[in-house]
């Protein structure tokens, strides 16, 4: 069935370090893929999405593409602060069943 | 003003007991979702409702009972709580489904039982 794998974490990086985070997809036809954050003590939120192959999502920073050829989407930020310390989350919707499944998340620490 | 909110934030119980989980969302969104995120972020659906009719029922024991007395709040009931039943519940809801993949997360529920 359709799912998302993402990188084991935890991930710990230094300010201003360069972040990537891998996430690769099993879906049938091409979904929309999706990039969740959540900050300690918080629900999830979206982070960026992208609709169709080629596109790039952003916000804040971080940069997602979506690879139809190596089906991944994998997240990236060229200077991570400490603020960006959270567990990031990829996510896809199963077609025709209305839900968003998510990946096993990664925690990222940013150390100043 | 808050848009999905979810009561307790915290709840610790004894086995055995029976509690009830709460939320509202006031984003005038047609569905509600509840998630269960054990203690490795692992995040896995439970139910989901659109206007007040379930469509997604997981391999969930019986013991959680979800109900939506209107479109804008989806509580939890939970029987004969267990200890493997501790974890974050969260609540969310959305606009016709997924088909945006926008959904939008209330703080969640820390359950424990002892």
């Known amino acids: 069935g359709d799912s998302v794998t993402q990188m084991e974490g935890p991930v710990t990086l230094s300010e201003e370090a360069f972040l990537t985070i891998n996430c690769t997809y099993t879906?049938?036809?091409?979904?929309?893929l999706f990039w969740y954050v959540q900050y300690p003590g918080e629900g999830l939120q979206l982070l960026l999405k992208?609709?169709?192959?080629?596109d790039k999502g952003s916000n804040k920073g971080f940069e997602a593409t979506y690879r139809k050829e190596t089906t991944s989407f994998h997240l990236e930020k060229g200077s991570v602060q400490v603020s960006d310390s959270a567990v990031y989350f990829c996510a896809l919707p199963i077609q025709g069943a209305q839900k968003l499944v998510f990946g096993q998340g990664t925690r990222l620490t940013i150390n100043p | 003003d808050t848009a999905v909110s979810q009561t307790p934030k915290y709840l610790v119980t004894q086995m055995g007991n029976d509690k009830s989980i709460k939320c509202e969302q006031n984003?005038?969104?047609?569905?509600m979702y509840w998630y269960k995120q054990d203690s490795k972020k692992f995040l896995k659906i439970m139910f989901s409702y659109n206007n007040k009719e379930l469509i997604i029922n997981e391999t969930v024991p019986n013991r959680f009972s979800p109900k939506s007395p209107d479109k804008a709040h989806l509580n939890l009931h939970i029987n004969s709580l267990e200890l493997g039943d501790s974890a974050v519940y969260f609540c969310?809801?959305?606009?016709?489904?997924?088909?945006?993949?926008?959904?939008?997360f209330g703080e969640g529920s820390r359950l424990t039982v002892l």
């Open positions: 984003l005038g969104h047609d569905t």
């Open positions: 969310a809801s959305s606009h016709q489904g997924t088909n945006t993949g926008e959904l939008f």
């Open positions: 879906a049938t036809g091409y979904p929309s």
């Open positions: 992208a609709t169709k192959a080629d």
